[in-house]
């Protein structure tokens, strides 16, 4: 029971906001309707009521803006022009995207509209939403607005780093899109991190200027890219010559295998039956003696060692290379993951 | 009966080492030329026979530490001492070779010989494990190798077995590329146990002189 009847509590909570912009909203669109059917009067009227701070009502940004548009339109219909202008101003400042539909508003509206957006000087940015990106194929697409012609120029600050993007520069009146191929101003793929995107701008019919940011997260997908290694140092290469001790030690081998060969025999046989052929192992350690001479000259002669040390290098780049193209190939397939951010937290 | 026992022995050894060494590229044959002294005695003047062998070996990695091989090598002896009977003589002989280190080798193998004279022929299977010592030289193109053996199993037929056996050996090989030669020394001595007031030894020394090549591969079926 008591779980009921907090659960009535709480959706009668809940349905009290919506109930209040729902009544917002159906006096707008009431409003709108009069104004359409021209009974202005009784439009202006409720239109006054919404935005009235005495409303009991909620409204939002949207329905303000919108309530300002009819306001300034309705007074510009019954000759009130300077009002409708301040309400038209409250409108732009509120959202410069907004504009006025030729098909719905008379040219004496739209007048008052445009001498309103000459009076001030305001920029709007439209809000980002989460996108995924091909740097090689796709481009992000930014749209400003301004209230009438400017100087405009917008960038992309990276927030660790302070890297800029110049994204636009140049003139422009009224609404624009710009694109950003998620490259920066070097030609490679833009680091990861929280970027500030500034547009800012002066006007050319007034002395006025205004600045407009959003907030972005960009991410890499892609696989992670490997390290190359690095350079053999002169602590890691290997010899490159024998030492002066090697030619000596291929003749102590030599000779030392040729005199292990003469003694086996001796030991190994049975002196009853003498000591077999001595012309047999004499031969074979008569070739140990002579491999270890042979090998003592020429090791004495040319203490080179192979180009061992060459090789591990010429190894070592080939790797290297290997990684950079499989690097390359990676990168080339990095997809940017671009979400809206708050602002500048991290 | 040996001699059939060791080679199904050899060639199973082999098939079972194909894939390995045809992997490997390694399966290496070798032609060997040498020369024998046999030498006997029953309590009196040691017999003396000298002649010439021919033969051939495979040699196969199993593993980067474990090799086999064997070799089949006959030839024929002339007596060098009065009363003395020539003889020939046939080998085959079987034998895997770890390597724990560059420089050691521990040996595990099998020989049937098989001597024949004008009195018969006398059947030896012998059985032995050993070690030996390599030393490089040359930047490794040159190998020297000692060894010795003790041959715990040997039988003769008609005979007692021998009470000593052991075998030394010392060997040379060049490499160069897929050839190789080498040169060697072998001893074994057997000293048989008294009967009769005498006592038989006898000792064979063979100097060998071989000449090996990397055979091209073979396509051995896989499991």
Redesign the interface.
Known sequence: MRVAVLAVVLLAGTAAPVRAQGNTQEALDRAVTLFEELQVERALTMLRQIISPASPYEVTREQRVRAYQYIGASLAIVGMRDSAVVYFRAAIERDPFVDLDPARFTELERGAFAEARLQLFAIGVRPLRETHLDPATERLTLAFATTHVASMTAEMRHVGSGMRIPLFAGSTDGVREIGWNGLDASGRIAPEGRYEVVFAGSSLHNDRADSARLYLDLRHGREPLEDTLPSLRPDELLPERHPPSAAPL?LA??L??AA??LV??T????G???R??R???T???G??AA??I??SI??HRNRDL?AINRQRILERAATNAQIVQRNSARLAATRLRISPAAGITQ | MTTRLALAVLAGILAMTGPAAADAQELRGEIIGA?V?H?L?VGHD?ERE?GAAFGAALRAPVMSWMEVGGHLIGGALAAQTPQTDDRRFGELDVAALITPFPWLAFEVGGTSRTWTGPLGRQRWLTMRAGAEVR?A???DR?R?M?GGALMPVVSVSGAESPSVA???????T?AHRTLSAS???E?E?Y?FPVSGGTRR?E?V???SASIGMLLPEIGWPRP
């Open positions: 291929e081998k030599g030392g295998l292990s060969a086996l025999p030991v190994v046989t049975n009853d039956l003498n077999g052929d012309r047999l192992v031969a074979v350690a070739a140990a491999t270890g042979v090998a020429r090791r192979p | 020369l002294e030498r005695t040691p000298f030393l030289l040359a930047d040159v020297g000692l052991i075998a030394a050996s010392s060997r040379l060049y040169v060697g020394y001893i001595r000293d030894l000792q020394s063979t100097m």
